[in-house]
């Protein structure tokens, strides 16, 4: 879940705060086969570290009110969440506008869109929700660097201008610093709420599959697996 950094309401870091505690993580995990997510990175990603997650905030409604008040933000304002059309993404919306009414907002209005009009019809929005299967670090340069994949319309360079550096860097040891530097500049700056990690069930049928392999991210590999579709 990000902020669209064009609306001048959510360039006050306290706001971003409140807005990130405001949410149940945990409850939205229930709604289906999912995972708390704590860091902007998924778990089989490169240059995931779990370590990350320090720099997040957790559940604290009540935090979030004290932020909001201190920010003298107008919580009777529209605030517009924007999802892909989906009944996944309905759901989850549900839960997160009754958060957030739970800390003071009044008008939140859900608003759907088709996957593929992100890129171009994404102007009307305070709040989006989306998601993303990033195999390595990479990403985070392009997602909050210039060009049109940085959905947030996030307006800093210093994001993309550490992955740049990370991808040139030949010491292992420092290219991991600046990869946990820039994941921790998206977490304690709340430029970004990172919500769920979809939980993927492999099943195989042992009476037709055989010698199949798991990663270690939990997914099968069937390059060296044995087959037999004989009738039973």
């Not at 490169?46 to 604290?60: L, P, R, W």
């Not at 935090?63 to 059309?85: H, Q, Y």
């Not at 201008?161 to 946990?180: F, G, P, V």
Request: glycine share 6%.
């Amino acid at each position: 879940m990000g902020f669209n950094f064009q609306r001048q309401r959510w360039h006050d870091l306290r706001v971003r705060l409140a807005i990130a505690m405001a949410i149940d993580k945990e409850s939205l995990a229930a709604q289906g086969l999912f995972a708390v997510a704590e860091t902007p990175l998924a778990p089989e990603s490169i240059g995931y570290d779990a370590s990350v997650a320090k720099f997040g905030y957790g559940y604290d409604p009540q935090r979030s009110r004290e932020l909001l008040s201190a920010a003298g933000f107008d919580v009777a304002s529209e605030i517009v969440l924007l999802i892909p059309e989906s009944r996944t993404y309905r759901d989850l919306a549900a839960d997160i506008r009754q958060k957030l009414m739970a800390i003071g907002f009044s008008q939140i209005r859900i608003r759907e869109i088709p996957r593929e009009d992100l890129l171009t019809q994404r102007q009307d929005f305070d709040l989006l929700i989306f998601d993303y299967a990033w195999g390595d670090y990479t990403a985070l340069g392009i997602f909050l660097g210039a060009g049109p994949r940085n959905l947030l319309n996030y307006p800093e360079g210093d994001v993309a201008d550490l992955i740049a550096l990370a991808r040139m860097q030949a010491d292992e040891n420092a290219r991991r610093d600046m990869i946990l530097e820039a994941q921790k500049i998206v977490l304690s700056e709340a430029i970004w709420q990172p919500l769920l990690v979809r939980r993927i069930i492999f099943a195989v049928d042992g009476r037709c599959v055989s010698g199949e392999r798991s990663t270690p991210s939990g997914e099968l590999i069937f390059w060296d697996a044995n087959t037999d579709f004989s009738p039973f």
